[in-house]
């Protein structure tokens, strides 16, 4: 069909709709014809005349209507297939296979480090909830009344490490979960006031049972009163005697000490070759203690010695504080040096205000060394018969001797008090090089002199000597 054939005819009349559209077709898709539609459309007016150029295909205005219908139908279906095309191409653009390869290792190894670190997390967790691979040590904790979770956390944890000890538990959260468990299953958490024993090695569950158990805290205790001056061995029968524990095993493991006490560090340990009789002499600080009797004493563990033990170098930690202790590097003194003076002190003195005078006379002499042989001091002398009568070796007994050994004797010769090492540390500011006792009264006198010749009146005059 071309385009003469159209001219003046009703289509309609003698074609279908399937004829004409594929006649229209033929006739657009014809390269001479492809501007068809748009050169009718710019002579087509708008009273609806069909006005034709000289060179203008004649067509009927039906024809005309349906090429224009038939070219928009054409443009819309392209420019449809054009945006699909371009949707398409912007969501999917197909990666190289090298980045899919980086792209799965980066998200395994993302994987498998979250998994890495979960089951770290799970395996702390698990080992810190049971106590496993924690330290054995024994603490005593005392426990407020009324104390709430927090305030026990606190004292399991920050109260330990500002003493310098292992914390009973590292995860508060994990022991507060615990306690929300007991009590969200019907059971009432109350933490009983007292000494509790603890150690981190015990699970967190055996933790809170100690907390909130009345049957350690009722055990049977005693007072037991230990004043300035007594030794060691008078302090371990005591503690035998009223039932807190063995004195021989007492006296073995306060010698060992406890590692994870500073001040025990510092006092020097004894060797085979030793002349020191007890190492821990002169640490046990006087004072009044509370114990738990023993319901066998022979039959005791050794975690309930490091119990007694702790109580004991706790009060000595407190006492000889960071004060003392500044003040003896002052001096140039060291803590030992300090301990042992401080015995010989406080058995020489008649009183604490005596003390300061025989520091004074000690230290002076100390500047003095060509003009003096020692401390010659007769309680080290009573001190080291007493040894003498316990079988201890000649050597030992010599050198425990201040008028046998040159200045300080091995260890201290008793357990002094606090004044004694006060006295030691800061001495009354005198010239005193002599001193002696009328021990003759009920109230003991003590003469102290400058020079010879005032020390032989004064010792004439207490009846140590005659004239």
């Known amino acids: 069909m071309d385009n003469k054939t159209l001219k003046g005819e009703n289509l309609s009349d003698n074609y279908d709709e399937d004829m004409i559209d594929e006649m229209l077709d033929e006739i657009i898709n014809k390269p001479e014809n492809s501007n068809l539609a748009d050169s009718y459309e710019s002579t087509y007016r708008s009273d609806g005349d069909l006005s034709l150029e000289d060179d203008a295909p004649e067509i009927s205005e039906e024809v005309y209507e349906r090429v224009r219908k038939r070219k928009r139908e054409i443009k819309s279906e392209k420019t449809n297939n054009d945006r699909v095309t371009r949707r398409v191409k912007v969501k999917y653009i197909k990666p190289k296979k090298g980045n899919r390869i980086a792209f799965s290792l980066i998200f395994t190894s993302i994987i498998v480090g979250i998994s890495v670190i979960a089951s770290i997390s799970i395996i702390f967790l698990a080992k810190e909830f049971f106590g496993i691979d924690k330290s054995a040590s024994n603490y005593t904790l005392k426990i407020p009344e009324n104390a709430d979770v927090k305030q026990v956390m606190e004292i399991m944890t920050t109260n330990q490490e500002d003493r310098g000890r292992e914390p009973i538990i590292r995860v508060k959260p994990l022991f507060e979960l615990l306690v929300k468990f007991k009590e969200r299953g019907g059971e009432t958490v109350e933490f009983v006031a007292g ?139 060291t803590m030992d040096e300090v301990i042992i003076m401080a015995s010989i002190i406080q058995k020489e003195a008649a009183d604490n205000a005596d003390m300061y005078n025989v520091s004074s006379v000690f230290h002076n002499r100390m500047e003095r060394p060509y003009d003096f042989r020692g401390f010659e001091s007769d309680p080290t002398s009573e001190y080291a018969v007493w040894l003498e009568s316990k079988g201890m070796s000649k050597d030992m007994v010599r050198a425990y001797d201040t008028y046998e050994t040159k200045w300080y004797p091995p260890g201290a010769i008793c357990n002094p008090g606090l004044e004694a090492i006060k006295a030691v540390l800061y001495p009354a500011q005198t010239n005193y090089l002599f001193f002696c006792a009328d021990t003759r009264t009920k109230e003991k006198i003590v003469y102290y002199a400058e020079t010879v010749e005032q020390h032989r009146e004064n010792c004439i005059a207490a009846g140590i000597i005659n004239e």
Do not use: W
């Open 195 to 333: 000494d509790h024993a603890l150690s981190p090695n015990m699970g967190y569950t055996d933790i809170l049972d100690e907390l909130t158990s009345v049957e350690y805290i009722e055990r049977q205790t005693v007072t037991i009163t230990i004043v300035e001056g007594t030794t060691l061995d008078d302090v371990a029968k005591m503690l035998e005697d009223n039932g807190v524990c063995l004195a021989e095993k007492f006296i073995y493991y306060f010698n060992n000490g406890l590692s994870d006490y500073n001040f025990i560090n510092d006092v020097p340990k004894s060797t085979a070759h030793s002349l020191r009789y007890h190492r821990m002499e002169g640490y046990l600080f006087p004072d009044t203690y509370e114990f738990y009797q023993a319901i066998d004493i022979t039959t005791m563990e050794e975690s309930e010695y490091e119990i007694i033990l702790r109580k004991i170098y706790d009060n000595f930690e407190i006492k000889y504080n960071e004060e003392l202790q500044a003040r003896a590097k002052e001096m140039g003194m």
